[in-house]
């Protein structure tokens, strides 16, 4: 329901879909989720403020799920740790390591079609 939700072409598409899921949840005395939902959606939705080629990369948290990925996969090669400040430090090493590395350097999307909406508008004063 949720992934339908944000498959929506538009905003108010997908607030429209929002509140059918909503109302469908309701039906089913499944109130928690839909009051969760109802409280939260406009939170989610706000990538569609932003130009339409970010919105796959803004609403996804990919990159996050790489990383963590990458640092569970070291943990279990120690295995057992003697404490939690070892496994602290380990985490924290990689994490200075991707960002000194090719991850840090490599851009995750354009900001070009920022700017020009900006410079548009500007222009469009001046």
């Keep these: 329901m949720l992934k339908a939700i944000h498959a929506q072409e538009n905003r108010k598409a997908a607030q429209e879909k929002a509140d ?15 009051e969760l939902i109802e409280e ?3 939170e989610t939705l706000t990538y569609y403020s932003f130009p339409d080629s970010h ?10 799920e790489r990383i963590m990925k990458e640092i569970r ?3 279990r090669v ?12 380990l985490a924290a090493a990689r ?7 090719k991850w840090s350097a490599r851009k995750y999307m354009s900001m070009t ?3 020009q909406d ?3 508008t500007h222009g469009a004063v001046a």
């Design 78 to 89: 120690v295995g057992a740790f003697p404490d939690g400040q070892s496994c602290l430090n």
């Design 118 to 120: 900006k410079h548009q």
């Design 73 to 75: 996969r070291r943990t």
């Design 40 to 42: 939260s959606i406009g």
């Design 113 to 115: 079609p920022l700017y």
């Design 20 to 34: 059918a899921v909503i109302a469908d949840l309701h039906a089913k005395r499944l109130t928690r989720a839909a």
């Design 55 to 64: 919105w796959r990369k803004i609403r996804t948290n990919n990159p996050l």
């Design 95 to 101: 994490l200075r390591h991707i960002a000194a590395g």
